[in-house]
């Protein structure tokens, strides 16, 4: 792992280097990426050139700026597909499939509400993550009330997780498995333990009929997602952890399984600037290259959990044989969630932002997670440092 942060240096300088909020706060370390990422100078520039130039609705209108407008929405929707590895018989998909929300929670719960309640009948089984984020987790409850209350009766199971490492467990998976399995729901990457949960697996598991929706929400932008090699259903993600700004997201629907995905009602006037600012941010990480971006953020979330180790008053949450730096499990993609045996979160969360480190020290919105367990959570992104994560122990040490 240590060879990663020597091989990418001059590499991610120059990346760290678009951030203006990064560079113009040395004294600040952002530690919180897996809440919201910051935003490269390109994101910010093509945002300010639409509205500067072009600014107005989008599919309204005929002349030049609604034209422009429409124009860059229909390209945004093709780079969302490109950029999750959509090509139907190695051609680039026209984009149909990608359709635009808000964010992660809001993609769900619309292909919850939308799709699942259309495509489920009475006496089907859904298997759904219980200790994932609650964004995927009260959707799909959600879809068997309303199920429940035009008497369909579905049952909805755990997707089982290995003791010990916080993956899934595929074995037990298959036990859970029946005929009348009708939808599965994982997470790309956990956003607690930060652990790549190998969806790969599960089609082979659930068989080719049942549809699977990821939640990517802490996938996309920090490793490469190709849903030809996941053969997954539904890809949904949050464009501000990609990068771009609040409030615009996307679900990807590979629309062979099941009914298609059309969300119900009139959409209205789309986020045409988020829109602007996602296609933005997903040409910066193509660019970047999100295999770069991965093995920088496992590396500095290995520091860190190596450097963890060897201090007595922490424990890191999570697989216990991802810690040490050369460590073959290698999983944690630069999310590292930790606690000091002594000091509650709030507690160290106060000291460690007195320190400029600016950590995430509250509920995790962690589905299950009902008592507050008193960690704090470290989150990385390519413009962070091997000095921070150093400046990081340091202050842990003396605590
Ligand atoms: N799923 C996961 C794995 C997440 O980490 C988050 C955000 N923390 C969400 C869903 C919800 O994302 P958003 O708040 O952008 O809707």
């Known amino acids: 792992m240590g060879e990663a942060l020597e091989e990418l240096r001059d590499w991610q300088s120059a990346l760290r280097a678009q951030f203006p909020i990064v560079v113009d706060n040395p004294e600040l370390a952002y530690l919180d990426s897996a809440a919201t990422a910051q935003k490269p100078q390109a994101v910010l520039d093509a945002v300010q050139s639409y509205l500067t130039t ?6 309204r209108g005929s002349y030049p700026w609604a034209n422009r407008t429409t124009a860059l929405v229909e390209e945004a929707r093709q780079r969302v597909a490109r950029f999750l590895g959509d090509r139907e018989d190695g051609r680039e998909s026209d984009g149909s499939a990608v ?18 309640t259309e495509h489920l009948g009475d006496g089907d089984e859904i298997i759904v993550p219980f200790a994932d984020h609650q964004a995927n987790l009260l959707p799909w409850l959600e879809a068997q009330r309303l ?91 949050s464009g501000h952890k990609a990068m771009a700004l609040p409030g615009i997201g996307a679900v990807w629907a590979r629309n062979t399984r099941g009914p ?16 602007v ?42 697989c ?17 969630t930790f606690r000091h045996r002594g000091i509650g979160s709030d507690d160290l969360g106060f000291v ?30 390519v413009y962070n440092t091997a000095q921070e994560i150093d400046r990081l122990l340091d202050v842990l040490r003396v605590m």
């Open 99 to 116: 359709h635009f929300v808000s964010g992660t929670s809001e993609g769900l719960r619309t292909v919850a509400r939308d799709w699942l």
């Open 352 to 381: 460690l932002a007195s320190h400029g480190l600016l950590v995430r020290a509250d509920s995790l919105c962690q589905a299950g997670a009902i008592q507050r367990d008193g960690s704090v959570r470290v989150s990385l992104h």
């Open 147 to 237: 199920l429940a209350a035009c008497g369909v009766r579905i049952t909805v199971r755990e997707l089982p997780y290995q003791a010990g490492s916080h993956d899934y467990d595929p074995a037990a998976l298959a036990e859970s498995v029946t005929e009348r399995t009708a939808f599965v729901a994982v997470t790309h990457v956990h956003h607690v333990y930060g652990g790549d949960m190998n969806v790969h697996r599960i089609r082979e598991v659930v068989g080719p009929r049942v549809p699977i929706c990821l939640d990517a929400a802490q996938g996309v932008g920090h490793l490469p997602l190709d849903v030809g090699r996941l053969d997954v259903d539904f890809v949904v993600f």
């Open 320 to 336: 216990q044989r991802s810690l040490a730096m050369d460590s073959p499990v290698g999983q944690r993609h630069g999310i590292v």
């Open 260 to 275: 298609r995905f059309e969300p119900g009602g009139w959409a209205g006037t789309p986020n045409t600037s988020g829109i």
């Open 54 to 59: 072009a600014n107005a609705n989008a599919g």
């Open 277 to 318: 600012s996602l296609l933005a941010a997903l040409d910066w990480l193509d660019t970047a290259g999100p295999d770069r971006i991965e093995r920088w953020t496992i590396a500095l979330g290995a520091r860190l959990t190596d450097g963890l180790r060897h201090l007595d008053h922490y424990e890191v949450l999570g």
